[in-house]
């Protein structure tokens, strides 16, 4: 009698369980969601910084202006003419009282 013995391939057992398949699967679908948050964030964060930006840079131009203003109306000569309209004049004899 003979004995024939037939060799099939083995059963190929995955490398990896299937616990750890779904852990990576579970985190790969975990790290798409924060990444579609932390975008949707930095987009209204960018929006509110772009209206910031905007109403600093107004605020600074009014300020330039009213700085313009202010040394505009204290110049001598501005202030010269505003005292003589009310009536002040230039004094040539200083006299000091002690």
Do not use: H
């Amino acid at each position: 009698m003979t004995i024939i013995k037939k060799f099939e391939p083995a059963e190929r057992k995955s490398k990896l369980p299937k616990k750890v398949i779904g852990l990576i699967i579970f985190s790969l679908f975990l790290l798409t969601v924060v990444e579609i948050w932390a975008n949707n964030t930095l987009i209204t964060y960018g929006e509110k910084y772009e209206n910031l930006s905007r109403l600093s840079k107004s605020l600074q131009m009014g300020n330039q202006m009213l700085e313009n203003e202010i040394a505009k109306s204290s110049s001598l000569q501005s202030i010269a003419s505003k005292s003589a309209s009310l009536g002040f004049s230039r004094s040539d004899s200083i006299q000091y009282i002690r």
